[in-house]
């Protein structure tokens, strides 16, 4: 038990910093934090074009399951813009 309890505060003690330093930079409590980080990240609809030219290039670049991955991903993220905007035009 002890041993179990150790061993999951040195992996907290590991972690916990790795995270912090990730987004040291960025202060979220202030409006100005939360602006760059949102301003950092990539929208929607940018996500959607990204994806959709990644498929495009198709098996030559790709394989099968990368595919299918991003046809996935491109499905979640046109469902998000859909549901956001009450729009079916997004849907696939």
Do not use: H, W
Not at 23 to 28: F, P, S
Not at 39 to 63: A, C, D, F, P, V
Not at 69 to 89: E, P, R, V
Request: glycine share 4%; proline share 1%; hydrophobic share 40%.
């Amino acid at each position: 038990m002890k041993r179990t309890i150790v061993i999951i505060a040195a992996l907290f003690a590991i972690v916990v910093p790795t995270v912090s330093f990730a987004n040291a930079d960025i202060n979220m409590v202030t409006t100005d934090g939360m602006r760059e980080c949102a301003m950092r990240s990539e929208s929607i609809q940018q996500k959607i074009t990204r994806l959709e030219k990644e498929i495009n290039k198709g098996s030559s670049k790709y394989s099968s399951k990368q595919l299918e991955g991003m046809k996935a991903n491109l499905a979640d993220a046109s469902a998000i813009l859909g549901s956001l905007t009450d729009d079916t035009q997004y849907q696939r």
